[in-house]
């Protein structure tokens, strides 16, 4: 059980305090959905750091504000949660403030290369990101790609120089003597040595064999496999992953280099992910530790 008796303070107010969970039902016209991912990552926070963020009550039941924690306590099995009194509301400044509440907040937005760093530095606390909401799906929509470093133009090609030598003069054209009768047969080449005329001239054009298209690229990562995708950040992938779990997992590694600024390796043999998906191609034994020594 959650120990949440000290989150109200009796100096702040008339307004702060304690609501028993089994009294709350949230406003009906609240528009906002509250997804069973989010109620149990919130469940679990509440378990592990405790309910730090009153919800808002108005008429001392409905909740217009903090229905997904109020939900989440329940799921964590709290018999009260603190609140803030919101009786002073009338009807339509209570469903304004339900609007506002959960519309304002999308307005914000991050800072990625701040949020690069905080989730970089975590690291060392050995926290799941995944627990607090940040995990491979999340990260892909919430930080844009890193952008490569912008290659110079290449310098213009050497102005070809034109010659200053007379054009050769045009061979002058025979004339025939108007006596003679003009021949109707046209003339034809004489065949080269060992060729058949009459072959030659029925040889089918060769063809252009069609490009071969090219194949989808190997499966990098294998269920129960770690890999290291940043500077002390882990990606360990299940034993009993679904294929698209794996293919979730294969995309954030490949773009590893492009959200964290270092490419992912597999951390059993420092390998790179370029090595194992050449050596999944080719289905070759890879040897312990190739690449280790690799761009880092």
């Known amino acids: 059980m959650v120990d949440v008796s000290g989150a109200v303070d009796a100096e702040a107010g008339e307004r702060l305090r304690m609501y028993p969970v089994a009294d709350l039902v949230p406003h009906p016209r609240n528009v906002r959905q509250h997804p069973e991912r989010q109620i149990r990552m919130l469940a679990e926070e509440i378990k592990r ?7 808002a009550v108005w008429r001392d039941q409905f909740v217009i504000a903090g229905e997904g924690r109020l939900k989440a306590a329940q799921q964590a099995g709290l018999d009260e949660i603190p609140g803030i009194d919101c009786n002073h509301l009338d009807e339509a400044g209570a469903r304004r403030f339900m609007l506002a509440d959960n519309r304002l907040g999308e307005l914000a937005e991050y800072d990625a290369d701040a949020l690069r760093d905080e989730l970089a530095s975590l690291a060392e606390f050995d926290m799941d990101l995944e627990s607090i909401g940040f995990g491979l799906d999340d990260l892909d929509a919430i930080l844009p790609p890193l952008q490569p470093d912008p290659t110079p133009p290449s310098p213009p090609a050497p102005k070809r120089e034109t010659s200053s030598k007379p054009a050769s003069p045009t061979p002058p054209v025979e004339k025939t003597d108007p006596t003679e009768p003009a021949s109707t047969e046209p003339e034809t080449p004489p065949a080269q040595s060992g060729e058949d005329p009459a072959v030659e001239a029925t040889a089918a054009p060769a ?5 071969a298209k090219p194949s989808d690229p190997a499966q990098i990562c294998s269920p129960g496999e770690t890999w290291c995708i940043g500077e002390g950040l882990e990606l360990t992938v299940t034993v009993y992953a679904s294929a698209p779990e794996l293919a979730a997992a294969d995309e954030f590694i490949r773009k ?3 959200v964290f600024g270092r490419p992912a390796r597999r951390k059993s043999d420092g390998a790179s992910a370029q090595s194992v998906q050449h050596q999944r191609e080719t289905d070759q034994p890879h040897a312990a530790g190739e690449g280790a020594s690799a761009e880092n």
């Open 49 to 55: 750091d405790g309910f730090n963020a009153p919800i």
């Open 207 to 211: 063809t252009q064999p069609e490009p």
């Open 256 to 258: 590893s280099l492009d």
